[in-house]
Protein backbone atom coordinates (compact mmCIF):
# COMPACT_ATOMS: atom_id res chain seq x y z
CA UNK A 1 0.00 0.00 0.00
CA UNK A 2 3.27 2.50 0.36
CA UNK A 3 5.57 3.71 -1.53
CA UNK A 4 8.00 6.25 0.43
CA UNK A 5 9.21 6.76 3.87
CA UNK A 6 5.56 6.98 5.31
CA UNK A 7 4.39 4.20 7.64
CA UNK A 8 1.67 2.26 6.35
CA UNK A 9 -1.29 3.72 6.01
CA UNK A 10 -4.31 3.60 7.89
CA UNK A 11 -7.78 2.07 6.65
CA UNK A 12 -9.13 4.00 3.98
CA UNK A 13 -11.57 6.15 6.15
CA UNK A 14 -13.98 7.20 3.10
CA UNK A 15 -16.13 4.22 1.87
CA UNK A 16 -15.01 6.42 -1.63
CA UNK A 17 -11.33 5.80 -1.11
CA UNK A 18 -10.21 3.18 -3.76
CA UNK A 19 -7.14 2.97 -4.14
CA UNK A 20 -5.13 -0.41 -2.91
CA UNK A 21 -2.06 0.00 -0.93
CA UNK A 22 1.05 -0.07 -3.65
CA UNK A 23 3.59 -1.77 -2.55
CA UNK A 24 6.15 -0.03 -0.91
CA UNK A 25 9.60 0.89 -2.42
CA UNK A 26 12.18 2.23 0.54
CA UNK A 27 14.28 3.23 -2.35
CA UNK A 28 12.53 6.11 -3.49
CA UNK A 29 11.41 7.73 -0.04
CA UNK A 30 10.25 11.04 -2.30
CA UNK A 31 7.25 9.16 -3.54
CA UNK A 32 4.58 9.97 -1.29
CA UNK A 33 1.90 7.46 -0.05
CA UNK A 34 -1.46 7.51 -2.64
CA UNK A 35 -3.82 7.45 0.00
CA UNK A 36 -6.89 9.18 1.58
CA UNK A 37 -5.63 10.28 4.91
CA UNK A 38 -2.15 11.27 2.89
CA UNK A 39 -3.80 12.96 0.46
CA UNK A 40 -6.39 14.32 2.62
CA UNK A 41 -3.64 15.66 4.53
CA UNK A 42 -1.87 17.06 2.03
CA UNK A 43 -5.03 18.85 0.99
CA UNK A 44 -5.89 20.17 4.54
CA UNK A 45 -2.17 21.43 4.76
CA UNK A 46 -2.89 23.46 1.22
CA UNK A 47 -5.66 25.06 2.23
CA UNK A 48 -4.81 26.05 5.48
CA UNK A 49 -1.79 27.70 4.19
CA UNK A 50 -3.76 29.10 1.23
CA UNK A 51 -6.17 30.89 3.88
CA UNK A 52 -3.01 31.67 5.99
CA UNK A 53 -1.74 33.74 3.42
CA UNK A 54 -1.66 37.96 3.90
CA UNK A 55 -1.11 38.54 0.35
CA UNK A 56 -0.36 37.29 -3.37
CA UNK A 57 3.55 37.04 -2.35
CA UNK A 58 3.18 35.10 0.53
CA UNK A 59 0.63 32.74 -1.87
CA UNK A 60 2.47 32.32 -4.76
CA UNK A 61 4.70 30.64 -1.83
CA UNK A 62 2.38 28.57 -0.39
CA UNK A 63 1.38 28.02 -4.50
CA UNK A 64 5.00 26.58 -5.13
CA UNK A 65 5.38 24.88 -1.74
CA UNK A 66 1.31 22.55 -1.96
CA UNK A 67 1.38 22.54 -5.73
CA UNK A 68 4.16 23.08 -7.58
CA UNK A 69 6.90 20.11 -8.77
CA UNK A 70 8.20 19.61 -5.01
CA UNK A 71 4.49 19.62 -3.54
CA UNK A 72 3.10 15.85 -1.98
CA UNK A 73 0.43 16.43 -4.44
CA UNK A 74 2.70 16.88 -7.68
CA UNK A 75 4.97 14.30 -6.48
CA UNK A 76 1.63 11.86 -5.91
CA UNK A 77 0.16 12.69 -9.72
CA UNK A 78 3.92 12.14 -10.92
CA UNK A 79 4.02 8.37 -9.18
CA UNK A 80 0.33 7.07 -10.45
CA UNK A 81 1.60 6.08 -13.49
CA UNK A 82 3.95 3.76 -11.86
CA UNK A 83 1.16 2.48 -9.69
CA UNK A 84 -0.70 -1.45 -10.95
CA UNK A 85 -3.21 -1.03 -13.64
CA UNK A 86 -6.15 -1.24 -11.53
CA UNK A 87 -5.19 1.22 -9.11
CA UNK A 88 -4.33 3.73 -11.13
CA UNK A 89 -7.97 5.01 -11.66
CA UNK A 90 -8.64 5.20 -7.81
CA UNK A 91 -5.30 7.13 -7.09
CA UNK A 92 -5.59 9.22 -10.11
CA UNK A 93 -9.47 10.63 -9.27
CA UNK A 94 -7.98 10.59 -5.18
CA UNK A 95 -4.79 12.74 -6.26
CA UNK A 96 -6.77 14.72 -9.14
CA UNK A 97 -9.60 15.88 -6.68
CA UNK A 98 -7.53 17.04 -4.15
CA UNK A 99 -5.06 18.99 -6.38
CA UNK A 100 -8.69 20.32 -8.08
CA UNK A 101 -9.65 21.44 -4.70
CA UNK A 102 -6.81 23.22 -3.86
CA UNK A 103 -6.36 24.90 -7.52
CA UNK A 104 -9.87 26.33 -6.27
CA UNK A 105 -8.98 28.24 -3.19
CA UNK A 106 -6.00 29.07 -4.78
CA UNK A 107 -7.73 30.50 -7.34
CA UNK A 108 -10.36 32.24 -5.24
CA UNK A 109 -7.59 33.81 -2.49
CA UNK A 110 -6.05 34.87 -5.09
CA UNK A 111 -8.48 37.12 -6.22
CA UNK A 112 -9.82 38.06 -2.73
CA UNK A 113 -5.91 39.03 -1.73
CA UNK A 114 -5.70 40.83 -5.18
CA UNK A 115 -8.56 42.86 -4.85
CA UNK A 116 -7.54 43.67 -1.36
CA UNK A 117 -4.17 44.69 -2.19
CA UNK A 118 -5.60 46.95 -5.45
CA UNK A 119 -8.03 48.57 -3.11
CA UNK A 120 -5.15 49.25 -0.47
CA UNK A 121 -2.73 50.48 -3.63
CA UNK A 122 -5.88 53.24 -4.82
CA UNK A 123 -6.12 54.40 -1.50
CA UNK A 124 -2.98 54.79 -0.53
CA UNK A 125 -2.30 56.53 -4.21
CA UNK A 126 -5.19 59.49 -4.32
CA UNK A 127 -4.59 62.55 -5.38
CA UNK A 128 -6.22 65.20 -3.33
CA UNK A 129 -6.96 67.62 -6.10
CA UNK A 130 -8.20 70.20 -3.82
CA UNK A 131 -4.73 70.71 -2.47
CA UNK A 132 -2.85 73.85 -3.52
CA UNK A 133 -0.69 73.20 -6.22
CA UNK A 134 2.19 75.36 -7.84
CA UNK A 135 0.61 76.61 -10.66
CA UNK A 136 2.36 78.97 -12.95
CA UNK A 137 0.59 82.21 -13.22
CA UNK A 138 -0.40 83.13 -17.41
CA UNK A 139 1.61 85.76 -19.10
CA UNK A 140 0.46 87.57 -21.82
CA UNK A 141 1.62 89.26 -24.52
CA UNK A 142 2.66 92.71 -23.99
CA UNK A 143 -0.24 95.67 -25.32
CA UNK A 144 2.46 97.11 -27.31
CA UNK A 145 2.70 93.74 -29.13
CA UNK A 146 -0.59 93.08 -29.42
CA UNK A 147 -0.85 96.59 -31.12
CA UNK A 148 2.37 95.89 -33.78
CA UNK A 149 0.26 92.76 -34.53
CA UNK A 150 -3.30 94.72 -35.02
CA UNK A 151 -1.55 97.35 -37.15
CA UNK A 152 -0.20 94.45 -39.38
CA UNK A 153 -3.34 92.95 -39.53
CA UNK A 154 -4.94 96.66 -40.68
CA UNK A 155 -2.00 96.87 -43.65
CA UNK A 156 -2.77 93.20 -44.66
CA UNK A 157 -6.49 93.99 -45.00
CA UNK A 158 -5.72 97.10 -46.60
CA UNK A 159 -4.08 94.29 -49.42
CA UNK A 160 -0.38 95.58 -48.47
CA UNK A 161 2.75 93.52 -47.84
CA UNK A 162 4.46 93.56 -44.07
CA UNK A 163 8.50 94.11 -44.24
CA UNK A 164 11.16 93.77 -41.75
CA UNK A 165 14.31 95.40 -41.45
CA UNK A 166 17.70 94.81 -38.59
CA UNK A 167 17.45 97.02 -35.58
CA UNK A 168 21.27 97.41 -35.94
CA UNK A 169 21.41 98.87 -39.01
CA UNK A 170 24.15 100.37 -41.23
CA UNK A 171 24.52 104.35 -41.17
CA UNK A 172 23.47 104.43 -45.18
CA UNK A 173 20.53 103.06 -44.82
CA UNK A 174 19.15 104.93 -41.62
CA UNK A 175 20.53 107.97 -43.09
CA UNK A 176 22.34 108.27 -46.37
CA UNK A 177 19.92 106.58 -48.51
CA UNK A 178 17.09 108.90 -46.79
CA UNK A 179 18.98 112.49 -47.98
CA UNK A 180 20.25 113.35 -44.89
CA UNK A 181 22.80 115.33 -44.85
CA UNK A 182 26.39 114.65 -43.39
CA UNK A 183 26.10 117.09 -40.94
CA UNK A 184 22.12 116.30 -40.30
CA UNK A 185 21.41 117.24 -36.21
CA UNK A 186 20.08 113.74 -36.45
CA UNK A 187 22.67 112.06 -36.79
CA UNK A 188 24.47 113.42 -34.35
CA UNK A 189 25.87 111.27 -30.98
CA UNK A 190 22.98 113.02 -28.79
CA UNK A 191 19.91 111.54 -31.36
CA UNK A 192 21.96 108.18 -32.70
CA UNK A 193 22.84 104.98 -30.91
CA UNK A 194 26.35 104.38 -32.80
CA UNK A 195 27.79 100.88 -32.56
CA UNK A 196 31.42 100.28 -31.19
CA UNK A 197 33.92 100.60 -32.57
CA UNK A 198 33.85 104.45 -33.71
CA UNK A 199 33.28 104.26 -37.54
CA UNK A 200 31.81 101.19 -37.75
CA UNK A 201 28.98 102.41 -39.89
CA UNK A 202 26.50 100.66 -38.02
CA UNK A 203 23.73 102.28 -35.98
CA UNK A 204 20.95 101.12 -33.63
CA UNK A 205 18.29 102.33 -36.24
CA UNK A 206 16.69 105.53 -35.19
CA UNK A 207 13.31 105.03 -37.09
CA UNK A 208 11.75 102.56 -39.72
CA UNK A 209 11.99 104.38 -42.63
CA UNK A 210 15.65 102.64 -43.72
CA UNK A 211 12.82 99.58 -44.29
CA UNK A 212 12.02 101.54 -47.00
CA UNK A 213 15.24 101.83 -49.04
CA UNK A 214 16.43 98.15 -47.99
CA UNK A 215 12.18 96.96 -49.43
CA UNK A 216 12.64 99.00 -52.72
CA UNK A 217 16.08 97.65 -53.79
CA UNK A 218 14.85 93.87 -53.05
CA UNK A 219 11.27 94.05 -54.38
CA UNK A 220 11.18 96.93 -56.45
CA UNK A 221 8.29 98.62 -57.78
CA UNK A 222 5.09 98.82 -57.65
CA UNK A 223 5.01 98.49 -53.69
CA UNK A 224 2.92 99.27 -51.25
CA UNK A 225 4.85 97.81 -47.24
CA UNK A 226 3.69 98.03 -44.14
CA UNK A 227 6.76 98.00 -41.35
CA UNK A 228 6.48 97.55 -38.17
CA UNK A 229 9.82 97.42 -35.81
CA UNK A 230 11.40 98.81 -32.69
CA UNK A 231 14.13 101.89 -33.21
CA UNK A 232 16.18 103.58 -30.62
CA UNK A 233 16.70 107.19 -29.77
CA UNK A 234 18.87 108.93 -27.15
CA UNK A 235 15.90 110.48 -25.98
CA UNK A 236 15.28 111.07 -21.86
CA UNK A 237 12.22 108.76 -20.73
CA UNK A 238 9.38 110.92 -20.17
CA UNK A 239 5.53 110.84 -20.28
CA UNK A 240 5.92 110.63 -24.14
CA UNK A 241 8.77 110.13 -24.94
CA UNK A 242 11.40 106.40 -24.21
CA UNK A 243 15.05 105.54 -25.74
CA UNK A 244 13.43 102.34 -26.96
CA UNK A 245 10.03 102.61 -28.70
CA UNK A 246 7.98 101.15 -31.79
CA UNK A 247 7.05 102.66 -35.13
CA UNK A 248 5.22 101.68 -38.10
CA UNK A 249 6.44 103.03 -41.22
CA UNK A 250 3.88 102.77 -44.23
CA UNK A 251 5.31 102.65 -48.22
CA UNK A 252 3.56 103.27 -51.47
CA UNK A 253 5.04 103.55 -54.46
CA UNK A 254 3.33 103.41 -57.74
CA UNK A 255 1.80 105.25 -60.85
CA UNK A 256 0.24 108.47 -60.12
CA UNK A 257 0.07 108.47 -56.02
CA UNK A 258 -0.64 111.87 -54.69
CA UNK A 259 -0.99 113.50 -51.13
CA UNK A 260 -4.68 112.65 -51.33
CA UNK A 261 -3.81 108.78 -51.37
CA UNK A 262 -1.38 109.62 -48.37
CA UNK A 263 -4.35 111.17 -46.44
CA UNK A 264 -6.86 108.76 -47.68
CA UNK A 265 -4.59 106.10 -46.56
CA UNK A 266 -3.91 107.61 -42.77
CA UNK A 267 -7.23 108.73 -41.91
CA UNK A 268 -8.37 104.74 -42.87
CA UNK A 269 -6.05 103.54 -40.55
CA UNK A 270 -7.02 105.94 -37.82
CA UNK A 271 -10.39 104.56 -38.37
CA UNK A 272 -9.43 101.07 -38.07
CA UNK A 273 -7.39 101.89 -34.64
CA UNK A 274 -9.49 104.18 -33.43
CA UNK A 275 -13.08 103.45 -34.55
CA UNK A 276 -15.72 106.30 -35.02
CA UNK A 277 -13.81 109.22 -36.57
CA UNK A 278 -10.91 110.38 -34.86
CA UNK A 279 -10.03 114.03 -35.27
CA UNK A 280 -6.42 114.43 -36.84
CA UNK A 281 -4.54 117.17 -38.29
CA UNK A 282 -1.37 117.09 -40.97
CA UNK A 283 0.89 119.77 -39.79
CA UNK A 284 4.07 121.03 -42.78
CA UNK A 285 6.92 119.71 -41.63
CA UNK A 286 10.03 118.50 -42.83
CA UNK A 287 12.08 115.31 -43.33
CA UNK A 288 14.64 114.81 -45.56
CA UNK A 289 13.26 111.89 -47.51
CA UNK A 290 10.15 113.22 -48.37
CA UNK A 291 8.82 116.51 -50.01
CA UNK A 292 6.55 117.74 -49.23
CA UNK A 293 6.75 116.51 -45.70
CA UNK A 294 3.81 116.67 -42.68
CA UNK A 295 3.04 115.98 -38.78
CA UNK A 296 0.50 113.61 -38.11
CA UNK A 297 -1.44 114.81 -35.03
CA UNK A 298 -4.39 113.17 -33.41
CA UNK A 299 -6.50 115.54 -30.83
CA UNK A 300 -5.67 114.75 -27.13
CA UNK A 301 -7.37 111.98 -25.69
CA UNK A 302 -7.07 113.11 -22.40
CA UNK A 303 -7.89 116.88 -21.69
CA UNK A 304 -10.93 118.75 -22.74
CA UNK A 305 -9.44 118.92 -26.33
CA UNK A 306 -10.90 115.08 -26.75
CA UNK A 307 -14.00 117.16 -27.51
CA UNK A 308 -13.22 118.25 -31.05
CA UNK A 309 -11.59 121.12 -32.46
CA UNK A 310 -14.54 123.72 -31.32
CA UNK A 311 -12.87 122.78 -27.35
CA UNK A 312 -9.98 124.14 -25.46
CA UNK A 313 -7.25 121.75 -24.45
CA UNK A 314 -6.43 121.92 -20.56
CA UNK A 315 -3.26 124.05 -20.07
CA UNK A 316 -1.92 121.77 -17.49
CA UNK A 317 -2.34 118.79 -19.21
CA UNK A 318 0.18 116.47 -19.60
CA UNK A 319 -0.31 114.04 -22.16
CA UNK A 320 -0.45 117.33 -24.76
CA UNK A 321 1.60 119.99 -23.41
CA UNK A 322 -1.89 121.82 -22.91
CA UNK A 323 -1.79 121.97 -26.82
CA UNK A 324 -4.58 119.68 -27.56
CA UNK A 325 -3.15 117.55 -29.93
CA UNK A 326 -0.54 114.57 -29.76
CA UNK A 327 1.53 113.67 -32.13
CA UNK A 328 1.35 110.77 -34.04
CA UNK A 329 3.93 110.72 -36.68
CA UNK A 330 5.49 111.65 -39.73
CA UNK A 331 4.50 111.43 -43.71
CA UNK A 332 5.02 113.07 -47.07
CA UNK A 333 5.58 112.06 -50.75
CA UNK A 334 8.79 110.24 -51.37
CA UNK A 335 11.39 112.58 -51.97
CA UNK A 336 12.49 111.93 -55.70
CA UNK A 337 16.24 111.65 -54.76
CA UNK A 338 15.30 108.59 -52.15
CA UNK A 339 13.47 106.97 -55.39
CA UNK A 340 16.72 107.59 -57.54
CA UNK A 341 19.36 106.25 -54.42
CA UNK A 342 17.63 103.07 -55.35
CA UNK A 343 17.25 102.91 -58.71
CA UNK A 344 13.41 104.11 -59.44
CA UNK A 345 12.66 106.58 -62.52
CA UNK A 346 11.38 109.48 -60.31
CA UNK A 347 9.27 110.79 -63.62
CA UNK A 348 7.81 107.11 -63.89
CA UNK A 349 7.14 106.48 -60.22
CA UNK A 350 5.89 108.70 -56.83
CA UNK A 351 4.78 107.38 -53.80
CA UNK A 352 4.06 108.45 -50.14
CA UNK A 353 5.73 107.34 -46.88
CA UNK A 354 4.39 108.18 -43.13
CA UNK A 355 5.71 106.88 -39.57
CA UNK A 356 3.41 106.57 -36.57
CA UNK A 357 4.07 105.90 -33.23
CA UNK A 358 3.24 102.93 -31.80
CA UNK A 359 3.44 103.70 -27.87
CA UNK A 360 1.44 106.65 -29.07
CA UNK A 361 -0.89 104.90 -30.72
CA UNK A 362 -1.26 102.62 -27.49
CA UNK A 363 -1.79 106.17 -25.08
CA UNK A 364 -4.48 107.27 -27.41
CA UNK A 365 -6.45 103.80 -27.77
CA UNK A 366 -6.28 102.63 -24.31
CA UNK A 367 -5.80 106.22 -22.58
CA UNK A 368 -2.25 105.58 -21.37
CA UNK A 369 -1.27 108.79 -19.40
CA UNK A 370 2.56 108.12 -18.88
CA UNK A 371 4.66 105.87 -21.60
CA UNK A 372 6.54 105.15 -17.77
CA UNK A 373 3.80 102.53 -17.80
CA UNK A 374 4.49 100.37 -20.75
CA UNK A 375 8.36 100.06 -20.08
CA UNK A 376 8.68 99.77 -16.10
CA UNK A 377 7.60 96.66 -16.05
CA UNK A 378 5.02 97.42 -13.12
CA UNK A 379 2.87 94.15 -13.06
CA UNK A 380 -0.71 96.18 -12.40
CA UNK A 381 -0.31 97.61 -15.78
CA UNK A 382 0.35 94.05 -16.93
CA UNK A 383 -2.39 92.33 -15.11
CA UNK A 384 -4.76 95.30 -16.86
CA UNK A 385 -3.90 93.32 -20.05
CA UNK A 386 -4.03 90.09 -18.62
CA UNK A 387 -1.32 88.88 -17.03
CA UNK A 388 -1.68 86.62 -13.99
CA UNK A 389 0.14 86.98 -10.75
C1 LIG B 1 10.30 109.74 -38.08
O1 LIG B 1 10.85 108.90 -37.35
C2 LIG B 1 10.16 109.51 -39.54
N1 LIG B 1 10.95 108.41 -39.95
C3 LIG B 1 8.70 109.33 -39.88
C4 LIG B 1 8.43 109.42 -41.33
C5 LIG B 1 8.30 108.25 -42.04
C6 LIG B 1 8.28 110.65 -41.96
C7 LIG B 1 8.04 108.31 -43.41
C8 LIG B 1 8.01 110.71 -43.32
C9 LIG B 1 7.89 109.55 -44.04
P1 LIG B 1 9.62 111.30 -36.12
O2 LIG B 1 10.99 111.51 -35.61
O3 LIG B 1 8.70 112.43 -36.07
O4 LIG B 1 9.64 110.78 -37.63
O5 LIG B 1 8.98 110.03 -35.35
C10 LIG B 1 7.77 109.48 -35.73
C11 LIG B 1 6.91 109.22 -34.51
O6 LIG B 1 7.59 108.35 -33.60
C12 LIG B 1 6.60 110.42 -33.67
O7 LIG B 1 5.56 111.15 -34.24
C13 LIG B 1 6.18 109.80 -32.37
O8 LIG B 1 4.87 109.29 -32.46
C14 LIG B 1 7.13 108.65 -32.30
N2 LIG B 1 8.27 108.96 -31.45
C15 LIG B 1 9.35 109.71 -31.75
N3 LIG B 1 10.21 109.74 -30.74
C16 LIG B 1 9.68 108.98 -29.76
C17 LIG B 1 10.10 108.58 -28.45
N4 LIG B 1 11.28 108.92 -27.96
N5 LIG B 1 9.30 107.76 -27.74
C18 LIG B 1 8.13 107.34 -28.25
N6 LIG B 1 7.67 107.65 -29.46
C19 LIG B 1 8.43 108.47 -30.22
Partial sequence: MVRGARAPAPAPSSPRMKATPVPESASTPDVPVIDEPTITAAVDDALAAISAASGTAELKQVRIAHVGDAGVLSRANRAIKDLPKDQKAAAGKLVGQGKGRVQKALAARQAELAAAEEEAALAAETVDVTLPTD????????????????????????????????????????????????????????????VAPEGSGQVLRTHTSPVQARVLLERG?????????????????????????????????????????????????????????????????????????????????????????????????????????????????????????????????????????????????????????????????????????
Avoid at 243 to 264: H, S, Y
Wanted: proline share 6%; aromatic share 10%; glycine share 10%.
Fill in 221 to 389: VPLYIGCPGTVFRTDELDATHTPVFNQVEGLAIDKDLTMANLVGTLDSIARALFGGEPVTRLRPSYFPFTEPSAEMDFRCFSCGARQGTDHDADPACRVCSGTGWIEMGGCGMVNPAVLRAVGVDPEEYQGFAFGLGIERILMLRNGVADMHDMVEGDVRFSQHYGTEI
Fill in 135 to 194: RRPRGAAHPLTTLQDRISDIFIGMGWEIAEGPEIEAEWFNFDALNFDIDHPARQMQDTFY
